[in-house]
Every structure is written in structure tokens, then in C-alpha cells.
């Protein structure tokens, strides 16, 4: 059976949290609602964006949440258009993929970015031929309901048993569970330890190295 790694996209592989909060700034102002604290956005990301919003405003309309959303993507492909998205890999992915693949696991990615924005992220960094299933929220609900993980086990051929789920929040850990895969939580990206221990993370990690280990625990 095959083993498969599923990464986490924005605080996981990648720190993007600087484009998401100034993406969210400008699509409030652009609706004339006062700018969310940066921490606030933070404990979204990983949500598809309409659930991202009405988490933010869990006042407004249903027709209200779409809208932002909408407008939320034309912002940041705005900011992309003017060299202003930057979402550098996190120290020690690089090294952490390729020490997974000389392992014999298969890669994968879960996220609530768009198909297009994960496709532009991956290709930028060199990184998208590594990974035999990419699930994001163009086809999927939102995390933590677990159609990604599975859409993703079915593609690559791997058993919930032989496979885990690698990302910063309490969101996909709660997807990890709810998949029966094996949830590794990670202390670099926008949720804190005692998130993600209280979502039920199997482990928690500080580095990617660490996620190598793990690896190797399983048979």
C-alpha cells in the first residue's frame, strides 16, 4: 500500500500570511468595514473564503459572506499583478519533500487556496511535479469536512492507516481525524500548540525535520 504525506499549503509550506492579511484589509475597506486585526485573519486561513468570512462576520448575510469572497479574489489577483504577493517556503521544506520522496512516500496537498493559486505557488518554488494529488476548494468543501484527504487517498492509491495529514491549524487536524488519517500539527504556521493539541493532533512539531521521524514510525 502506498504511503502518502498531504502537506498544508499557507502556513505549512509556505508563509503567505502577509499577502492574506493585506488582501483582507483592502477587501474590507473596498466594502467600507473597518480592517480585521491581522491575528483575527490568522485564525482563518485555511478556510475556503466564504467560510473564512462568515467566520469573521458571523452577523452579515449569507449573500454578504459570497460577495466578500468574490471581491476577496479580485484583490489579491490585483495585489499578484502588482508583484506584491510573496509567499516564500518555511525553512527546511525544501530538504524535509526530498527526504519524503527518497522514502518512497507519495506527496500531496490540501488547501483552501484555489487550483490556480496553488498551481502559480508551487510552480514559483519548483515544487509541483513533486506532488501526485493537489485537492483544494474549487472542488471541495471546506476543511474540516474530510472530502480533500479522501479525494486524495483515492487518487495516490494510499489507506487512511498509511497516510497523514501535515498542516498549522486546528482545521486540518480536525480533518485529519475526521478522515481517520494520522494528524501532524506545526508550530510555524498561524495556529499555536495548545490549538492544535486541543483539536487532537497525534504530534506536534517545531521543525520539518521532526516530520521525517515520524515517517519512519510508520510500517
Given at each position: 500500500?502506498?504511503?502518502?504525506?498531504?502537506?498544508?499549503?499557507?502556513?505549512?509550506?509556505?508563509?503567505s500570511q502577509?499577502?492574506?492579511?493585506?488582501?483582507?484589509?483592502?477587501?474590507?475597506a473596498?466594502?467600507?468595514?473597518?480592517?480585521?486585526?491581522r491575528?483575527?485573519?490568522?485564525?482563518?486561513?485555511?478556510?475556503?473564503?466564504?467560510?473564512?468570512?462568515?467566520?469573521?462576520?458571523?452577523?452579515a448575510?449569507?449573500?454578504?459572506?459570497?460577495?466578500?469572497?468574490?471581491?476577496?479574489?479580485?484583490?489579491?489577483?490585483?495585489l499578484?499583478?502588482?508583484?506584491?504577493?510573496?509567499?516564500?517556503?518555511?525553512?527546511?521544506?525544501?530538504?524535509?519533500?526530498?527526504?519524503l520522496?527518497?522514502?518512497?512516500?507519495?506527496?500531496?496537498?490540501?488547501?483552501?487556496?484555489?487550483?490556480?493559486?496553488?498551481?502559480?505557488?508551487?510552480?514559483?518554488?519548483?515544487?509541483?511535479?513533486r506532488?501526485?494529488?493537489?485537492?483544494?476548494?474549487?472542488?471541495?468543501?471546506?476543511?474540516?469536512?474530510?472530502?480533500?484527504?479522501?479525494?486524495?487517498?483515492?487518487?495516490?492509491?494510499?489507506?487512511?492507516?498509511?497516510?497523514m495529514?501535515?498542516?498549522?491549524?486546528?482545521?486540518?487536524?480536525?480533518?485529519?481525524?475526521?478522515?481517520?488519517?494520522?494528524?501532524?500539527?506545526?508550530?510555524?504556521?498561524?495556529?499555536?500548540?495548545?490549538?492544535?493539541?486541543e483539536?487532537?493532533?497525534?504530534?506536534?512539531?517545531?521543525?520539518?525535520?521532526?516530520?521525517?521521524?515520524?515517517?519512519?514510525?510508520?510500517?
Amino acid at each position: 500500500m502506498n504511503r502518502l504525506a498531504i502537506f498544508d499549503c499557507d502556513g505549512t509550506l509556505v508563509d503567505s500570511q502577509a499577502n492574506i492579511c493585506l488582501a483582507m484589509e483592502e477587501c474590507f475597506a473596498r466594502a467600507k468595514l473597518d480592517p480585521p486585526a491581522r491575528e483575527r485573519t490568522r485564525r482563518v486561513v485555511g478556510l475556503s473564503l466564504v467560510e473564512a468570512m462568515r467566520a469573521m462576520l458571523p452577523e452579515a448575510e449569507a449573500d454578504f459572506h459570497l460577495a466578500l469572497a468574490e471581491d476577496y479574489k479580485i484583490v489579491f489577483q490585483g495585489l499578484r499583478g502588482r508583484g506584491l504577493v510573496h509567499e516564500p517556503l518555511y525553512d527546511g521544506i525544501t530538504e524535509l519533500i526530498a527526504a519524503l520522496d527518497e522514502a518512497g512516500w507519495l506527496l500531496g496537498v490540501a488547501t483552501g487556496k484555489s487550483d490556480r493559486g496553488l498551481r502559480l505557488c508551487l510552480e514559483h518554488h519548483g515544487l509541483h511535479a513533486r506532488f501526485v494529488t493537489l485537492q483544494t476548494a474549487d472542488r471541495h468543501p471546506s476543511k474540516p469536512h474530510p472530502s480533500m484527504i479522501e479525494a486524495a487517498l483515492a487518487e495516490a492509491g494510499a489507506a487512511p492507516e498509511s497516510a497523514m495529514m501535515i498542516g498549522d491549524t486546528s482545521f486540518d487536524i480536525m480533518m485529519a481525524r475526521a478522515a481517520s488519517v494520522r494528524g501532524v500539527g506545526v508550530t510555524w504556521g498561524y495556529h499555536d500548540r495548545e490549538t492544535l493539541k486541543e483539536a487532537g493532533a497525534d504530534h506536534i512539531v517545531g521543525e520539518p525535520a521532526a516530520i521525517a521521524a515520524i515517517a519512519r514510525s510508520f510500517s
